[in-house]
C-alpha cells in the first residue's frame, strides 16, 4: 500500500491563480481530511468528508473548495489564491469505526506571491 | 480559538534525559487524546494514544498521563534518544463531524548527544 499520497510536494502560486491539490489513498478509508499547517500554529482543520459524495466545512474553509466522487480521491482546491493560504497542506484519512488513527500524507508546500 | 494549549514551544533535552510536553484542554465532551510525532519535511505520524478513563500508558519509552478532573495531558519520553528529535502534536477528539481532531500548536523536541 501506498497509503496517503499528494501531489504536488511543492508549488508557488501567482496571487490571484488557480489550483488543485491532489490526494488519493489506497486503503479504502471512508474519512478524509484536509488540514493545513502553520508555523507555531499546528495543523487546522479545512474540510472533511465522510465518504463519496459528503463532504463539510473544517475550521477554516474559507478560500477552498472540495470534492469527493470517489472514496480514494479528495481533491482540495484554491480558487484565487492570496499571501495568506502560504502553507503546508496535509492530507488525511482513516477508517471507519474505532480505529481512530488518522494516516497523513507527505504534505504539499505552497507558497503564494 | 485554540482548543487544545500545548506547551512548551521548543524543548532542548540531553540524551538519555526526559522529555515532558504538556497539554490542556476545556471541551469535556473530548473522548481520545492521540500525540503525533513529525519529522522535518513529513507528515505527522501516530506516537501513542489514551482515552479518558485512563490515567496513563505507556508503549516503550513514551508514556501519556492523563489528568481528566484537571483536563490535562502529557507526554513523557523516557531516555531522550537524539532520533527522537521532532515536532510533537497532542490533539483531542471531537464527537461532530468525522470525529475531527483539534491539534495543539506542537512542540519542537531537539536531543543533544
Redesign the interface.
Known sequence: NAG?TQTPKFRILKIGQSMTLQCTQDMNHN?M?WYRQDP??????IY???GAGIT?K?EVPNGYNVSRSTTEDFPLRLELAAPSQTSVY?C?SRRQGWD???Y????TRLTVT | Q?Q?K?SP?SLIVQKGGISIINCAYENTAFD?F?WYQQFP??????LI?IRPDVSEKKEGRFTISFNKSAKQFSLHIMDSQPGDSATY?CAA?GQT?????F????TRLTVIP
Open positions: 496517503v474519512y481530511y507555531g500554529m499546528g495543523l487546522k482543520l472533511y468528508s465522510v463539510d473544517g496535509f488525511a481512530h488513527e488518522q497523513f500524507g507527505p504534505g | 485554540q487544545v500545548q514551544q481520545y492521540p519535511g513529513k507528515g505527522p505520524a501516530l494514544a502534536f477528539r463531524g468525522a470525529n475531527n481532531l491539534f495543539g500548536t506542537g
